[in-house]
């Protein structure tokens, strides 16, 4: 039975599907240039994670997380009371959605059980009660690389830190590739980082596939949903839909504008109007990354939190339910202009060139001397760098642990500590 089977007019029951129990080895299947074995052994999650239960009265909601996938998705972390384990948990209403947006939601529910990396933020288990669509995933305790921009770095990252969260993004994105599928949607809200440091890639409701009919198409042409809001990240010849498509490349120039919002703190183009941004990367004219700021560097917490679900991923925005971290105003602010190394420029030329073919692959590009530095630091050594950044951690769940269960349908009402906004907004 397909979990759409509850569709807006029959409400039948979901049949309860624990991804992990559904997973096959597709890493024995894995063919290209430099790619690597998946990791069959690795969990979606970090650690062993105990087994969780389909059934809602057995999670504690805690602290609303966000929202996502056009608004119609609350996010909210949660305990599996048996066990104890720290969740996210994502409610979609299905009486709400579309026709399309539940073809999206199936998507990424069948992407869920096809892929698996420990780079991948996949779902745990997915079932649904009433009218709500209950997806599962870990908990993603330092949030998204765009929250803590907004929160703890609002002019930018350290080049290490670029590093290590980049070559997360490209080993998940070169298993993706060599699976036949573009990702379409790589971002800092896309970027997500463990409790643990492991760094994760989301998004995978935009992931779309190159395979015809057991054979891999050379280019696509199909448009991402919600393509105005993603505009700044998408390729240029994505945008031009012409007869030459696009394919894995477009990625990798993804990729090129997200290590520009990781430096300065501000994504490019953002402040320009569609069909100017459209224009500028037809013709090749923009510049992402120079030693001077293309932005001002004025002050980021008076920027409204988005909750759209479209302009951030799994993991975007705004400050932690809690209230815990300090405001954008009050962290650490990096100087500017900045002075970026000659292996960051490069790397950044290389990703936003004009012709995908001259882009190198996500393999190749792992072996650029800009991730030299990942090789000689381990996972603790580039949690250190993300001071004062805290993640949610056992302690700020105790002050919340008094709090009964959310109802389970109808938009339940999470503990928020008295905080107006989410800390991510997922997609």
């Not at 305990?79 to 579309?98: F, S, W």
């Not at 990096?334 to 060139?353: D, E, F, I």
């Amino acid at each position: 039975m397909s979990f759409l089977d509850c569709s807006c007019i029959s409400h039948t029951q979901v049949q309860p599907m624990d991804i992990e129990e559904c997973y096959e080895d597709t890493g024995q299947h894995r063919s290209g240039p430099g790619s690597t074995p998946a990791h069959p052994t690795v969990r979606c999650g970090d650690g062993n994670i105990a087994p969780l239960s389909a059934e809602p009265a057995h999670y504690q909601f805690l602290v609303e997380l966000g929202w996502g996938f056009n608004n119609l998705s609350q996010v909210r972390m949660a305990r599996h009371t048996p066990t104890g384990q720290l969740v996210a948990i994502k409610q979609t209403n299905l009486d709400e959605c579309t026709e399309e947006e539940l073809l999206q939601l199936l998507n990424e529910v069948f992407l869920s059980r096809r892929v698996r990396h420990p780079n991948l933020l996949t779902f745990r288990l997915v079932f649904s009660s009433c009218c709500q669509l209950w997806v599962l995933t870990p908990l993603m305790a330092y949030g998204s690389a765009h929250f803590l921009m907004r929160t703890y770095f609002p002019d930018g990252m350290s080049e290490s830190l670029i590093a290590y969260l980049l070559y997360g993004v490209l080993q998940a994105l070169d298993y993706l590739h060599c699976m036949g599928y573009v990702h379409r949607g790589v971002k800092a809200s896309h970027i997500l980082l463990s409790e643990e440091g492991r760094v994760y890639l989301s998004g995978l409701h935009g992931v779309y596939s190159m395979m015809r009919e057991g054979k891999r198409m050379r280019a696509v042409f199909d448009m991402p949903h919600h393509s105005p809001a993603l505009l700044p990240w998408l390729s240029p010849e994505l945008l031009q839909q012409d007869l030459h498509g696009y394919g894995v490349k477009s990625d990798i120039y993804s990729l090129g504008i997200a290590a520009c919002e990781l430096v300065s703190g501000r994504v490019p183009f953002q402040d320009m109007a569609p069909t100017q941004t459209l224009l500028l990367k037809l013709r090749g004219l923009h510049r992402c990354l120079t030693d001077t700021a293309l932005f001002p560097l004025g002050e980021l917490g008076a920027l409204k939190v988005s909750r759209s679900g479209v302009d951030s991923g799994m993991g975007e925005s705004a400050t932690h339910s809690t209230g815990a971290p300090p405001p954008a105003t009050e962290g650490p602010r990096s100087p500017g202009p900045k002075n970026h190394s000659a292996t960051l420029h490069n790397l950044v030329q290389l990703c936003l060139q004009q012709q995908p073919e001259r882009r190198p692959t996500a393999s190749a590009l792992m072996s650029h001397a800009f991730f030299k530095q990942v090789k000689r630091h381990t996972r603790d050594s580039f949690l250190s760098l993300v001071y004062p950044a805290v993640p949610l951690s056992s302690s700020e769940v105790a002050l919340l642990s008094s709090y009964p269960p959310s109802p389970s349908c109808h938009s339940p009402t999470a503990v928020t500590a008295g905080c107006a906004e989410p800390s991510w907004d997922f997609s």
